[in-house]
């Protein structure tokens, strides 16, 4: 087959791992198309952690009869014993002749030892370095190689910077067809992360709720509310199911009032301003995609030049055609002395969502 064929596969083959992207975690998503004599026999993706992986999937597609064929797979095949076989052994065994990997894994445990292990076998190995395919996996290699997820972050603000009234109304600033894009944003993270303010006064549930993506593999994220002293009303919705929620008053500290048992506390040494301890501790919970959507301290948090290195990954901006005026909220909530103590962004895509224009940046090198 020609380098040109491969990749047309491979592509494909992407295009099934993303039907499990949204809920996988921790595992990354995986996809993976069987082919003989250039005719596909059989498909597969990774849909649960714990469950079949892509390539055994897709040999049970084909029937089980692959002897001779080719593996055109997203992520290469691991190499070890986990909650399943080992990918590469079970190729092995089906007696595969060619296998076309769109992507390293950067795993410890598997880093080219998976394709060494079909090459020692016998097996053609053709290993490729796909943009599309790394952009698959990154919250999966966040967590693996930094010890930290991904992180998003979200923002709605109008043309002069504003993301809601002094007296903290802001719904809704943007239009429905940015809202409704922002359920795929929480349908492909691990956990959401929000403040008390936010709790306080839109009282959001920060789950998936749109019917189209219910209707699919879906893994609801946790939602973490960064709350310092434990002040947000105890009677809003978030706190009616599974919520994780960081403070810094100790261990034992509680609302008062909250459901029984659907919060979740975590006592953080420095308080919820210990970003880089909680990304630590929610990549330990196996999140590898974690979206903020925030008010404006906490946003400001993210983005204070304190943070010597950003803390963040991509930045998700909807502004919506209006102005807000003075007596309204900034965008982000921090001071600079000097221009030149800003982290810089860079802009890598701009598009129209009904009237409102998004802007997807990521930090400036």
């Known amino acids: 087959m020609s380098r040109q064929s491969d990749i047309l596969f491979l592509q494909a083959a992407l295009e099934l791992a993303a039907m499990g992207r949204n809920s996988c975690a921790p595992n990354p998503p995986v996809g993976c198309i069987i082919a003989r004599h250039g005719a596909v026999i059989g498909r597969g993706f990774h849909q649960q952690a714990g469950h079949a992986h892509a390539e055994v999937n897709a040999l049970a597609d084909a029937g089980g009869d692959v002897a001779g064929a080719t593996v055109y797979v997203t992520l290469e095949p691991c190499a070890f014993v986990g909650r399943t076989p080992a990918c590469a052994q079970t190729l092995i065994d089906a007696q595969v002749s060619r296998v076309v990997v769109a992507t390293q894994d950067p795993h410890p445990q598997v880093a080219g ?3 060494q292990m079909l090459r020692d076998a016998g097996i053609e190995v053709a290993e490729f370095d796909l943009p599309e395919a790394r952009q698959m996996i990154a919250g999966f290699v966040s967590r693996i190689t930094r010890q930290r997820p991904r992180v998003v972050l979200k923002s709605a603000s109008s043309l002069d910077g ?3 009234l002094e007296s903290g109304e802001s ?8 809202r409704q894009e922002v359920q795929q944003l929480r349908a492909q993270s691990d956990a959401v992360i929000t403040g008390a303010g936010t709790v306080a006064f839109d009282d959001p549930q920060l789950n998936v709720r749109d019917q189209g993506l219910l209707a699919k593999p879906l893994q609801q994220p946790l939602r973490v509310v960064l709350d310092s002293a434990l002040r947000a009303p105890s009677n809003r919705q978030i706190f009616s ?4 929620v960081v403070h810094g008053l100790g261990a034992g500290a509680r609302y008062a009032n909250a459901t029984p048992g659907a919060v979740e506390y975590l006592s953080l040494a420095g308080g919820p301003r210990n970003l880089a301890g909680l990304l630590e501790v929610l990549a330990q919970r196996g999140c590898n995609n974690v979206l903020v959507e925030a008010g404006p301290k906490i946003l400001g948090s993210f983005l204070h030049p304190a943070q010597a290195t950003p803390l963040w990954d991509e930045w ?3 502004i919506a055609p209006m102005a807000m005026g003075s007596a309204s909220l900034s965008l982000a909530e921090f001071a600079l002395s000097h221009l030149a103590d800003a982290h810089r962004a860079k802009v890598v895509e701009h598009r129209m969502i009904g009237e409102d224009l998004q802007l997807r940046l990521q930090p400036a090198q």
């Open 171 to 178: 719904q809704w600033v943007t239009g429905a067809a940015a």
């Open 162 to 164: 504003a993301v809601a």
């Open 316 to 318: 998700i901006c909807y």
């Open 241 to 244: 199911d599974h919520t994780l």
């Open 113 to 115: 030892k998976g394709c």
